[in-house]
């Protein structure tokens, strides 16, 4: 699917192009669509702000935090005596 419209060109940092780049899933992806995914649009209700938390993907899990946690669940933390 291809959208035509009017564009704008604007100029950017080096580091902010390499960035840009990166978050690109494949060669056909556009720099309008990273910048879409990324920028999310202000939600001006409840309903528009739960459509955005639906169509999110889950974040990604650090693993060696969740390790930490889990293996310092069931002790104080020293603050009580």
């Known amino acids: 699917m ?3 419209c009017m564009s704008k060109t604007i100029t ?5 192009y ?10 056909r992806d556009s720099f309008t669509r990273v910048i879409r995914r990324h920028l999310p649009r202000r939600c001006d209700t409840a ?10 993907p889950l974040p990604k899990a ?17 603050g009580r005596k």
């Open 47 to 56: 309903g528009e702000l739960l459509d955005v938390y639906e169509r999110a």
């Open 12 to 16: 950017i940092e080096d580091d902010v």
């Open 2 to 4: 291809h959208y035509s």
């Open 62 to 78: 650090n693993w060696d935090v969740l390790d930490k946690i889990a293996a310092g669940r069931g002790r104080r933390s020293g």
């Open 18 to 27: 390499e960035l840009l780049a990166s978050l690109k899933e494949d060669s």
